[in-house]
């Protein structure tokens, strides 16, 4: 159980003034159940809500296909036990949430991202997979409303192109694995190929919607090499592997 339970307290209404703050209250294998606190129409200026079919095409058409990547590094000596529990930071349309659920179905899924319009996407396609191991709720990644030591895996793709915060992102990866818990993380390594996608959404929602900009930037955030590296020594992880592969690099950590 991802027990988010908007932390049940008087943090509610603090939360109901943050617009970027968005908890949820979840049951994994079960219908998740959703709360989604106010944004004040904050979430309209997210070019991800604006063209949401643009992004999802690009991640399930264009972009590398990591599913195998993952599951060899995650899974390296066999197939998840049974009640494993995984959370995937900023899933956008849930490609990977639902690839590994449809793969490993005794595996719990979830998939958090503030775009609600993603999310949406991202339960469609799941429910028309039956999938019932697989949810979706509306999150803020820095924030995650969930105790510590909480989830036994956590996958992150693409997000820190888009995430400034990403040193309290990983702190907040560090914070809710368990003990034993390992992150895999990936990454676009070349700027002019991670903005394409970015760049074609402002075009297409300039000309779709009259918003008077969007909070993603023009050009993707791409780490150097060294710079990817450094980001995950901030946490003391037992193990940390970095790599890279073409026009990718990634992270595959454990919580000791
Ligand atoms: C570039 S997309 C990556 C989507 C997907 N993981 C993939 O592999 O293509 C980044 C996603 O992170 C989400 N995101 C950015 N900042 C976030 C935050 N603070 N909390 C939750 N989601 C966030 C965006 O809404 C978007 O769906």
């Known amino acids: 159980m991802f027990n988010l339970i908007i932390k049940q307290y008087s943090r509610s209404e603090e939360l109901m003034q943050q617009p970027d703050v968005i908890a949820s209250n979840h049951n994994v294998v079960k219908t998740a159940s959703i709360m989604t606190l106010s944004t004040n129409g904050d979430h309209n200026n997210s070019l ?68 609600e319009n993603q999310l949406h996407w991202a339960r469609q396609r799941a429910a028309a997979r039956g999938l019932v191991n697989c949810a979706f709720e509306r999150v803020n990644v820095l924030e995650l409303p969930c105790s510590d030591a909480h989830f036994d895996v956590l996958i992150a793709s693409r997000l820190f192109t888009v995430l400034p915060e990403q ?10 694995l368990k003990t ?7 990454e676009p390594r070349y700027a002019v190929w991670a903005s394409i996608p970015l760049f074609a959404m402002w075009l297409l929602a300039g ?34 592997q970095t790599w890279q592969d073409g026009r990718y690099q990634y992270a595959l950590c454990e919580k000791g």
């Open 167 to 176: 040193h309290q992102a990983l702190a907040e990866m560090y914070r809710v």
């Open 48 to 115: 991800f809500e604006q063209v949401p079919w643009f992004y999802a095409f690009c991640r399930e058409q264009l972009f590398r296909d990591d599913t195998e990547r993952i599951i060899a590094a995650l899974w390296q000596d066999g197939d998840p036990v049974p009640g494993t529990e995984l959370i995937e930071l900023g899933c956008g349309p849930g490609f990977y949430s639902r690839r590994l659920a449809q793969r490993f179905r005794n595996l719990s899924v979830v998939g958090v991202d503030r775009s």
């Open 207 to 240: 000309v779709t919607h009259s918003g008077n900009g969007y909070r993603e930037p023009l050009k993707a955030t791409v780490l150097t090499d060294a710079a990817f590296e450094n980001l995950f020594h901030h946490q003391p992880w037992k193990r940390i």
């Open 180 to 186: 034993g818990g390992r992150c895999f993380i990936a």
